[in-house]
């Protein structure tokens, strides 16, 4: 008599059998087709609207689909894409770009000026809610002076500009597109990139395919024409242990985000490869709700920095794989003190403890410290659960925080109730990242009025504010990275923020696969693919 | 009055319970949603968003007039069929729901099947054999079963199916092959608990009077067992099932997010996480009425089983 697993293994066996046409799962990707897993968390709408996603695993999407002005070059330099060159005025107020031609978008509209102009309108639109406006900066007009000359204008000078025109969130989208789909454009994406889109399955599956007329790459890119591979489809496996087993199965011949628990398997697998690059953004920090008792107080926020060991937390939940971040910038992008800041400052448990001590803050019976009847309890305020599993390093944090007498809830909201609870200050601690091509993102942090309302950084510090808005300005280069080294600094000696660890952005491939590539803001690349005949 | 009018009133009695329990069900719903914390609007809007923009948007999404004035007007267009428009996507929520629906219907039925298939023939055998080393080992199995959670589950297969044997593909949906591993997983759990419910109740009817009484008028055994002990036995797991259905469409989340399939589950979660309220009404408004559909067809499976129950 069967048992009920005999029972299973005979179901499924039969099942296989009496499905026709048996293939191997490497057969399947004949025809040229490159099936990548990647992980797009538990979001069921894929918006892959360049302009209005800040969601990096559709960005790495649309990163095929799209082009842009410019190219950030691994020396964090610009280089010509869309735009084959470009003039500044001595102001450096009015940007003249002179456009590549014979570009065409996917819809076979023309990219000419007015096409990148109506871009900029777009992003510019004052009834528009798009993620992307804060990237266009103090943009005050855009003008075609030929087919292939355009005029930008800003109104004061802005540094981050042609560094920002490099990332996915300013790509070039076709308007003759954005007027026929309109506020479905993100399910109905056309753009100038090396693969068109040719559908979707909401939350499971991209689908695109060859751009064949493609012969506009930048000078990153390992050749100038179309891609080789004819179809790219992405399937969204949010589940970490099913996209290392789909890779493994040879169902998909790329994985994105391989969990640090997996990344020493892989590498030690001849059949895999593994590829990994810094993600270009802002280091996943502690930020401490520097408005209300007890961080208000610079020294108890150095106690309870003292009382942490980061460092063994980030070896014992990555296993190696993610290095220690020491300042708010991860070490690769401009301007980065990452190298400066390492080992600033250590850990220090008999200091902190004195500190509190001096502070009135008394150790009560349950090893919490008081003080005049209240306990020195805070909260963590998180919306995003375990990914990158950074839920994992808060609970040895809380552990660490136990010891010093400092005691850590984790208070998980939804992303609508974290916000609501984040505006009106009610936390002790947060924590983030942001992807970022230049270090003007920590503007948008410290400067008050550059804040969003949600804005779980409430530092106001003038030097700093003072120091980030000339940096935005600063057209000498050397003076503009003096401003941020003094800026991280005064954020790590006063202890607004506390830098975690720095993200490599992995990706493995099976060996039918050559050529996948990661470009410099750390957004993978598949227009050198090349599948290999099995 | 005959039978067949005495079924349909039976069952326009139930229908409209059902659409008082669904009704019912959106209205709880409802005041919870507005309840929570959170505004959808400040959500939509974004980190960047002015208070203004944040405004503007609640006055599109009419989420700034009073909570009677959001619910009539909402139970208003709902009456004539319209679930209304995502918050999110701007999409008619029932045009979302239809995205994900085959995927769930798919799921959800042929793990029901399969629960019901195992849970009887294991049931019946585990009876049959009370206390021999069969029934010990389907007792054995069974408990192994529902202490696992589906997750755990879920991943084993995909190790033993896809990554080592490579018979069956670990994720997607769509293809009858994708469907296998991701029912087999659902299904765990209702079926090891009806395999439990049926090998119970045959045990009881097996020690009821009337079948002593039947193997002693000299019918054969299997006759005994289908025609007799089977249908008296059938009775309380189909209660259960009805409850149980309930349970296979909440953790039909985790078996959608393991083997990467669409469906409604996750369309459910990501709705609550942004407060689309249209979305989670569409979507538990859905589970409602399967629900209550589900236990329709179980009351009525009773009096196909057992006529005697049509007669009470």
């Avoid at chain 1, 990914?387 to 944090?397: A, N």
């Avoid at chain 1, 916000?419 to 942090?445: H, I, M, S, T």
């Avoid at chain 2, 503007?56 to 319209?82: E, F, K, M």
Wanted: charged fraction near 20%; include cysteine; aromatic fraction near 8%.
């Amino acid at each position: 008599m069967p048992t009920r697993r005999e029972f299973y293994w005979g179901l499924a066996g039969s099942a296989i059998a009496s499905a026709a046409g048996i293939r191997p799962a490497r057969a399947q990707t004949a025809g040229g087709e490159l099936l990548v897993a990647f992980d797009g968390a538990s979001v069921v709408r894929f918006v892959l609207d360049p302009h209005n996603s800040l969601f990096a695993p559709h960005n790495r999407v649309i990163r095929s689909i799209f082009d842009n002005l410019v190219v950030l070059l691994p020396d964090q330099s610009v280089g010509p894409w869309l735009a084959a060159s470009w003039d500044v005025s001595t102001d450096r107020k009015t940007y003249v770009f002179k456009l590549r031609q014979g570009v065409r978008f996917h819809d076979g509209a023309p990219f000419d000026a007015a096409a990148v102009k109506a871009n900029f309108d777009r992003l510019s639109d004052p009834k528009t809610v798009l993620y992307a406006k804060a990237e266009i900066g103090p943009f005050e007009s855009a003008e075609v002076l030929a087919s292939d000359t355009l005029r930008i204008t800003l109104n004061r000078p802005f540094e981050p500009f042609l560094r920002n025109l490099s990332s996915t969130k300013l790509a070039i989208i076709s308007p003759t597109a954005l007027a026929r789909y309109g506020d479905a454009f993100g399910q109905n994406p056309v753009g100038t990139g090396p693969f068109r889109f040719t559908g979707l399955t909401q939350g499971t599956e991209i689908r695109l395919e060859r751009n064949p007329d493609y012969a506009w790459a930048p000078p990153t890119a390992s050749h100038a024409g179309p891609a080789y591979i004819e179809k790219l489809t992405f399937r969204n496996v949010p589940e970490q242990a099913t996209r290392v087993a789909a890779l493994k199965s040879g169902q998909v011949q790329v994985a994105d985000l391989i969990p640090s628990q997996n990344i020493a398997e892989v590498k030690a697998d001849p059949d895999l490869r593994l590829l990994q690059k810094e993600l270009l953004n802002t280091n996943y920090s502690l930020a401490l709700n520097v408005t209300r008792a007890p961080w208000d107080d610079e020294e108890i926020r150095q106690a309870f920095r003292l009382s942490l060991d980061i460092g063994a937390i980030v070896r014992v939940v990555y296993l190696g794989t993610a290095p220690r971040a020491w300042s708010p910038l991860s070490p690769s992008l401009f301007a980065s003190a990452e190298h400066e800041l390492a080992n600033s400052w250590k850990p220090d448990p008999a200091k902190a403890a004195a500190i509190l001590d001096r502070k009135g803050w008394i150790r009560a019976a349950d090893g919490i410290r008081e003080k005049d009847g209240k306990r020195l309890a805070i909260s963590f305020i998180d919306a995003q659960g375990n990914r990158e599993q950074r839920l994992d390093c808060i609970q040895l944090i809380r552990r660490q925080l136990a010891h010093a007498g400092i005691a850590l809830s984790i208070d998980s909201q939804a992303p609508g109730a974290y916000l609501q609870k984040v505006a009106q200050g009610e936390y002790d601690l947060a924590a983030g990242a942001q992807f970022a091509d230049d270090p003007d993102v920590l503007r948008r942090y410290y400067v008050p009025s550059e804040r969003v309302v949600a804005a779980a950084i409430r530092v106001n510090d003038p030097d700093l504010q003072q120091w980030l808005d000339q940096a935005a300005s600063e057209g000498d280069t050397a003076k503009r990275a003096e401003l941020y080294r003094l800026a991280q600094h005064r954020i790590i000696d006063k202890v607004y923020g506390i830098p975690v660890y720095v993200l490599l952005y992995n990706l493995a491939t099976t060996g039918a696969v050559t050529g996948v590539d990661i470009d410099t803001h750390g957004f993978p690349q598949f227009h050198g693919a090349r599948l290999v005949a099995s | 009055m005959s039978a067949g009018r005495a079924d349909a009133a039976y069952v326009l009695r139930r229908l409209v319970a059902a659409v008082a329990g669904s009704f019912a069900a959106a209205t709880l719903v409802f005041l919870i949603l507005y309840w929570l914390p959170g505004d959808p609007a400040a959500l939509i809007a974004g980190d960047d968003a002015s208070p203004q923009m944040v405004a503007n948007i609640q006055a599109r999404l009419g989420t700034n007039a009073p909570l009677w004035h959001q619910y009539v007007t909402y139970i208003g267009h709902l009456l004539h069929g319209d679930l209304g428009t995502s918050f999110t996507t701007n999409e008619p929520v029932s045009h979302r729901l239809a995205g994900q629906l085959g995927a769930s219907l798919q799921l959800t039925f042929s793990a029901c099947l399969m629960s019901i298939l195992a849970g009887v023939v294991f049931g019946v055998i585990a009876g049959v054999n009370h206390d021999r080393w069969v029934d010990h080992l389907i007792q054995s199995v069974t408990m192994f079963m529902t202490s696992m959670p589906p997750f755990w589950f879920g991943l084993l297969l995909v190790m033993i199916f896809s990554v080592t044997l490579r018979w069956l593909p670990a994720i997607g949906s769509g293809s009858l092959r994708q469907l296998i591993l991701p029912s087999l997983c659902l299904s765990s759990l209702l079926a090891a608990q009806l395999t439990n419910m049926v090998r119970n109740s045959v045990i009881d009817v097996l020690e009821e009077p009337f079948v002593t009484t039947l193997r002693g008028k000299g019918l054969l055994e299997r006759s005994v067992l289908y025609r007799h002990v089977l249908r008296n036995a059938l009775i309380p797991a189909i209660t259960m099932f009805g409850l149980l259905v309930g349970e296979l469409l909440s953790s039909a989340v985790v078996v959608e997010t393991v083997f990467a399939r669409q469906g409604l589950g996750r369309l459910m979660v990501e709705a609550l996480g942004v407060k689309d309220i249209p979305m989670i009404m569409g979507v538990t408004l859905f589970a409602s009425t399967f629900l209550i559909l589900a236990n329709l067809l179980v009351d009525l499976s009773y009096s196909w089983i057992d006529p005697r129950v049509r007669a009470a």
